[in-house]
């Protein structure tokens, strides 16, 4: 019993660390210029703005690696990544042999709509350079290559200063909390929407118990669920979620004065995932490993595990079709659960 628990919390921690690795970049900044969009997912918005972080040493070395390559050209559906990935802390380490390239789908029609009316292009470009740091995250999407000599111009240089001016008039630096923005340079002046979400902290230590019924060997059971778990988020969004169940399932197969209240406890190690990148619409889908530590009747043999799929229908119901087996896929049968958390 203790070496299955033991187990379930080494496995809850190993993932733990994997998503810790590195630094959450809980900001993200999106700049539009005339002919360039720049996406900056960082540490702190503030000290992360594009002409003030020696990217022009960058473009000269992409431009120097470009021009010693053939590139094919995208088609019109198409848009090339290329990807170059730094290995220091910051942006101080280059090496040359950490470029990638991809092909990538894109819709050149699809458009961020904001309140006030405004649109804002949200697949922008037949090129993405895509710088990857620890502390920091930059796509910079361009129509054509020649692009990226904008990076060296009086007019950039002069846009982002305004940027920079414009985000120290808005958030202090010692009280400001995650930032998630689109800033319009295309004028004379900012204009600029925020995303409301982008206020929240989305890494944070998760508890929660619910109740709920379903139906197992075909036989009514009904149950309470304790939670523990850790959520991580990115650029605004919950995506991973991870958790040790503790989970008291009763049977009705046996109901009588006397054995009423004999429960038997599952615990489960279980990850969900966000599929969604719209943050007005989750799509929540878990899966969930579990172990009968603790019998009390006959409902279910020695050994039992169980396996399931969690669908997240909302905030507050679930949905767990469920596999149980024991002694490693011996008397599989199926069940299924409705689950109501609070």
């Keep these: 019993m203790k070496t299955i628990i033991t187990v379930l919390f080494l496995l809850l921690l190993s993932q733990t660390v994997l998503a810790m690795e590195g630094y959450h970049k809980g900001d993200t900044i999106w700049y539009k210029f005339d002919n360039m969009l720049i996406e900056v997912a960082s540490t702190n918005a503030m000290r992360k703005i594009p002409g003030e972080v020696s990217m022009d040493i960058r473009i000269r070395q992409i431009q120097q690696v470009l021009s010693e390559i053939s590139i094919e050209e995208p088609s019109e559906d198409e848009r090339i990544i290329i990807t170059f990935q730094e290995q220091g802390e910051d942006m101080w380490v280059w090496n040359f042999k950490e470029i990638a390239f991809a092909n990538t789908k894109r819709n050149s029609k699809t458009l961020v709509v904001f309140e006030d009316?405004?649109?804002?292009?949200?697949?922008?470009?037949?090129?993405?350079?895509?710088?990857?740091?620890?502390?920091?995250?930059?796509?910079?999407?361009?129509?054509?290559?020649?692009?990226?000599?904008?990076?060296?111009?009086?007019?950039?240089?002069?846009?982002?200063?305004?940027?920079?001016?414009?985000?120290?008039?808005?958030?202090?630096?010692?009280?400001?909390?995650?930032?998630?923005a689109w800033l319009d340079l295309r004028g004379d002046e900012v204009k600029a929407n925020f995303s409301s979400r982008g206020q929240q902290n989305y890494d944070m230590l998760l508890l929660s118990a619910g109740i709920g019924s379903g139906w197992v060997k075909n036989t009514f059971v009904s149950d309470v669920t304790l939670r523990m778990g850790l959520s991580f988020g990115k650029k605004g969004l919950y995506k991973n979620a991870y958790y040790i169940d503790w989970n008291m399932m009763y049977d009705f197969s046996e109901s009588n004065d006397s054995k009423f209240f004999e429960l038997n406890h599952f615990v489960s190690l279980s990850y969900d995932r966000n599929f969604s990148n719209n943050p007005e619409q989750d799509k929540w889908y878990g899966f969930s490993v579990g172990y009968l530590v603790k019998r009390n009747n006959d409902f279910f043999k020695e050994n039992t595990f169980r396996i399931a799929i969690n669908k997240k229908v909302n905030d507050t119901f679930s949905v767990k079709p469920e596999l149980y087996f024991n002694d490693f896929f011996k008397n599989v049968y199926p069940g299924i659960r409705v689950s109501v958390a609070f």
Aim: charged share 40%; glycine share 4%; hydrophobic share 35%.
């Design 117 to 180: 009316g405004s649109t804002y292009e949200k697949d922008y470009g037949r090129y993405c350079v895509f710088f990857s740091y620890r502390a920091m995250e930059m796509k910079i999407y361009v129509d054509e290559l020649d692009d990226l000599n904008y990076f060296f111009s009086e007019d950039f240089k002069n846009k982002t200063k305004m940027a920079s001016a414009f985000l120290a008039g808005k958030f202090e630096e010692k009280e400001r909390k995650k930032i998630i």
